[in-house]
């Protein structure tokens, strides 16, 4: 593991200029620019406030925030799952040409897919600096351990899919049709408590969910300025593990041969 961890890292300027080069494509002869990855968000969380203040009676001021900032991590985990199903077949050229840990390949989906996170987060962040301010800004500190753990999550969850979609590639429709289902059985646009009031089973769909936990270790220091919940965290260092560990499984089992699938 250490070796091919240094073998990734001796490749770094390689995996970073895949990233640059993705990044000047998408944008190249663009009026906005990197404005467009940001449209998305903002679009979404306008019509809904609109949508959710008249049907739901929600505070715009509050409801805005938390609303961009569901949205934000979820364009990340859905950009690094769907990516990450074509990473490997996109790179197939790289991968022919010279011998190189295929974990780069999902790396890089996943720093493109963490580069424009970072962007929305930083205008969730402005829209409640500017809307409610920060009431206990040394909590926003924990939001770094959280980052570093959503990298690991999305480069696993990335893998994962790579080599799914390499082996049985109807495997991107599913995941496809399965990341439809979690967005609206995740807190996303709507508040969990009205999850917890409808039904005592409801409650279940919250705490059993690892993405529900992702967004309570975003929220909290953000929009509330408290530390996450205790079940949050532990809910999101299992989904880490989890993650991480089928994915070094599905490379060390599937890495030799998927050449012969691509």
């Known amino acids: 593991m250490t070796g091919y961890f240094s073998e990734i890292w ?6 970073m200029a895949l990233v640059r080069i993705d990044l000047r494509n998408r944008y190249r002869r663009s009026v906005i620019g990197i404005g467009w990855s940001l449209l998305h968000p903002i679009a979404m969380t306008v019509v809904l406030c609109v949508v959710f203040s008249q049907l739901f009676r929600q505070d715009i001021r ?3 925030p ?6 934000t991590l979820w364009g990340f985990i859905t950009a690094v799952v769907m990516q990450g199903c074509q990473c490997f077949f996109v790179s197939e050229s790289y991968i022919r040409q010279q011998r190189a840990p295929l974990a ?3 790396l890089r989906t996943t720093l493109g897919a963490g580069f424009h996170f970072v962007l ?4 969730a962040a402005m829209l409640v600096w500017c809307v409610r301010g920060f009431g206990n800004p040394p909590v926003l500190l924990s939001l ?3 980052l570093a753990l959503l990298f690991v999550i999305g480069w696993s969850l990335a893998i994962c899919a790579g080599v799914a979609n390499v082996m049985f590639q109807d495997s991107q429709h599913l995941i496809e049709v399965l990341m439809q289902v979690l967005f609206y059985a995740t807190p996303i646009i709507y508040r969990p408590e009205m999850l917890l009031e409808r ?3 409801m409650p279940w769909f919250v705490f059993l969910n690892p993405f529900a936990a992702l967004l309570e270790l975003i929220r909290k220091p953000l929009l509330d300025g408290v530390l996450p919940a205790p079940w949050a965290i532990d809910m999101s260092l299992a989904l880490a593990v989890a993650a991480a560990a ?3 499984l599905a490379l060390r089992r599937f890495e030799k041969r998927m050449i012969f699938y691509l």
């Not at 938390?66 to 949205?71: K, R």
């Not at 929305?120 to 205008?123: E, K």
């Open 10 to 15: 001796r490749l770094r300027y390689f995996w």
């Open 62 to 64: 509050t409801f805005a």
């Open 66 to 71: 938390f609303l961009l900032s569901g949205l």
């Open 104 to 106: 780069i390949y999902p």
């Open 120 to 123: 929305g987060f930083g205008i």
């Open 144 to 146: 770094i351990p959280t």
């Open 199 to 201: 039904h005592p089973l």
């Open 246 to 248: 089928m994915a070094a």
